[in-house]
C-alpha cells in the first residue's frame, strides 16, 4: 500500500470506548494499561508463511480491526477505517540458544512489547510477534489495544485465527460476519430517554461516590499486580446449589459480597461499584458472534442493611439489577451527570464467561498442539476484581501498588473467600448484612467465620 490509505468508512465511538480514549490519552509518556497480551506456545513443525496470512486474513475479514482514533474539527473523536492496513508481524528465531537462555530472553521480549504503546491513530491496533525457541517450539504474541477488542472477542479471534492456518486461509468454513456497525446502529436506537429515567431512579438519593483510595488520582498509568483465589469443586458446587436453591445467580453472589466488603472499607451502607457487561443483546443479531468492542461499565448499587438478611439483601440487589439489563447501553459519562458527581466508583467487578471452545485449540489435525497460554490484561482501577466461572471457581484482585499493599489485598481476597465459599451457605436465612469496619460478622453457624480476620 502505497500513498494516503483510502478510507472505507467513519464510525462514531461507544460510551465506553471513549471513556477508554481519554484514559489512554491522559499520560502519552507512560505505559498505557489497556494494552492486552496473549502467548499462547505452539509445539510441532509450524508453517509460519500461513500463520501469518492467516493473521491478514482476520484484519481484511473484520473492518472494525483496522481503526484509528481520530478527532473532527469539531472535537468529535470518531473511528476512521482504512480500506486496508499493513499488518503488523515481526518474527524472531532464538533456536541457536540453549533453552534456558532463549526463555529468558522471550521473557523480555514480551515485557518490551506489553509496554510498548500503540498510535491510537495509526492502525492497526494490534500487533503480532512470532518467537521459535527450539526448531518445533515457537511462542506466538498477539498485543492489541482494548479499544478495538474485547475479552468476550479474544476466544471468537482466536478461533477463527486457528480455523483459517488449518484451513490454509479458506474462508468458507468461519461464520457469517456481522459487521461492527450493525452494533453501532443497534446501540443508536435504544430509547436513551427510557435508559435516563430507569437509571435516574436507581441513583436517586445517593449521597456520594464509594472510593477505596479517595483523593487519589485514577489516571496513572500503573501496571496492576495480582492476587488469586479459587475455590474448590465442593465448594464452587455448593455456592452454585445454594444460589439456584434461592432462585438467585452467582454472579449477584459474588455481586453481593464486594458490596459487603466494599461497606466494610467504606464505611458506608450505601455502597456503588462497576460492573463491566457483555453489551451482546439478544436483540442484536449475530452479536454473540461479532469481534470488536462491544462491552460497557455500568454502577451497581447495593445497600447493606444490617437488621435485613443476606438472601433479603441479594435478593433486592438482582431485582434492581435485572430491570436495568435493557438500559445497559448508556455511557459512564452520562450517569456521572445524572448522579451530579465526576465519578461514582473506582473499583469493578468483570464476569469472565467468554463463549471458550476447547475444540477451537485442537491442532492436531496439522501436527501442532497448544501447550500453554498466558493473558495478560489490566485496568485503571485501584482495584478491579475478575471472576472466571468453572467447575472451580477462579477469582482474581487486580490492585495498582502505588496505593495497596500485598499485604492489605490478601486481607481483603481472604474475606471475599470466606464469604464466596462459606457465608453463603450457613443457614436458610443466610448471614446478616454488616458494614462493620472492625470485623466480619458471626453468623451463629459454628462452620462459618467463626475466627474472622480483622478488616484492613
Known amino acids: 500500500m502505497t500513498g494516503r490509505p483510502r478510507i472505507q468508512d467513519i464510525l462514531p465511538l461507544t460510551p465506553f470506548q471513549e471513556g477508554l480514549l481519554f484514559h489512554s490519552l491522559f ?48 472535537g468529535e ?28 530472553e522471550a521473557a523480555r521480549l514480551l515485557i518490551e512489547d506489553r509496554v510498548s504503546r ?19 517450539l515457537h511462542r506466538l504474541v498477539l498485543s492489541n489495544h482494548h479499544l478495538i477488542l474485547d475479552g468476550w472477542s479474544m476466544p471468537l479471534f482466536m478461533r477463527e485465527f486457528f480455523a483459517l492456518y488449518m484451513n490454509r ?21 435504544q430509547d436513551d430517554e ?24 485514577h489516571q496513572a498509568s500503573v501496571m496492576p499486580e495480582r492476587i488469586p483465589v479459587e475455590l474448590s469443586a465442593e465448594e464452587t458446587a455448593a455456592l452454585t446449589h445454594r444460589m439456584r436453591t434461592c432462585g438467585l445467580t452467582l454472579n449477584t453472589a459474588i455481586q453481593g459480597a464486594w458490596g459487603i466488603i466494599l461497606s466494610q472499607l467504606t464505611g458506608r451502607d450505601d455502597v456503588t461499584f462497576g460492573a463491566t457487561v457483555s453489551g451482546r443483546s439478544p436483540e442484536l443479531t449475530g452479536s454473540a458472534s461479532m469481534i470488536g468492542m462491544l462491552i460497557n461499565t ?9 437488621s435485613e438478611s443476606l438472601l433479603v439483601g441479594l435478593q433486592h440487589l438482582q431485582d434492581s439489577q435485572s430491570q436495568l439489563i435493557q438500559h445497559h447501553h448508556l455511557g459512564l459519562s452520562e450517569l456521572h451527570r445524572m448522579a451530579g458527581t465526576n465519578e461514582l ?36 482501577y485501584p482495584l478491579r476484581l475478575v471472576v472466571a466461572p468453572g467447575e472451580r471457581l477462579r477469582l482474581w484482585l487486580d490492585y495498582r501498588p502505588d496505593l495497596f499493599d500485598q499485604a492489605s489485598v490478601e486481607r481483603i481476597m481472604r474475606r471475599l473467600w470466606i464469604w464466596s465459599s462459606r457465608c453463603w451457605r450457613c443457614s436458610s436465612r443466610g448471614p446478616p448484612m454488616c458494614r462493620s469496619t472492625r470485623t466480619i460478622p458471626r453468623t451463629g453457624s459454628r462452620s462459618c467465620c467463626r475466627t474472622p480476620p480483622r478488616c484492613a
Open 345 to 380: 466508583f473506582d473499583t469493578c467487578i468483570v464476569f469472565e464467561n467468554y463463549p471458550v471452545d476447547p475444540q477451537a485449540l485442537d491442532l492436531t489435525s496439522v501436527g501442532l498442539q497448544v501447550v500453554s497460554i498466558e493473558v495478560k490484561d489490566a485496568a485503571h
Open 77 to 104: 473523536p470518531v473511528q476512521v477505517i482504512p480500506t486496508e492496513v499493513p499488518l503488523p508481524w515481526r518474527e524472531i528465531d532464538l533456536s541457536a540458544q540453549d533453552w534456558a537462555q532463549a526463555e529468558r
Open 169 to 189: 486461509c479458506d474462508e468458507s468454513a468461519l461464520p457469517h460476519v456481522t459487521p461492527y456497525r450493525d452494533f453501532l446502529s443497534y446501540l443508536a436506537n
Open 118 to 136: 500503540f498510535d491510537l491513530a495509526r492502525p492497526p491496533l494490534l500487533r503480532f510477534t512470532l518467537i521459535r525457541i527450539t526448531p518445533d
Open 298 to 306: 455500568v454502577p451497581v448499587r447495593m445497600r447493606v442493611v444490617p
Open 194 to 217: 427510557a435508559g435516563r429515567k430507569a437509571w435516574s431512579a436507581e441513583l436517586a438519593d445517593l449521597d456520594g461516590a464509594t472510593l477505596v483510595a479517595p483523593g487519589e488520582t
Open 27 to 74: 499520560d502519552l509518556t507512560d505505559t498505557d494499561v489497556y494494552t492486552a497480551q496473549w502467548a499462547f506456545d505452539l509445539k510441532g513443525p509450524l508453517d509460519t508463511a500461513t500463520l501469518r496470512a492467516a493473521a491478514e486474513t482476520l484484519l481484511r475479514r473484520h473492518p472494525n480491526l483496522r481503526a484509528s482514533f481520530r478527532q473532527r474539527k469539531t
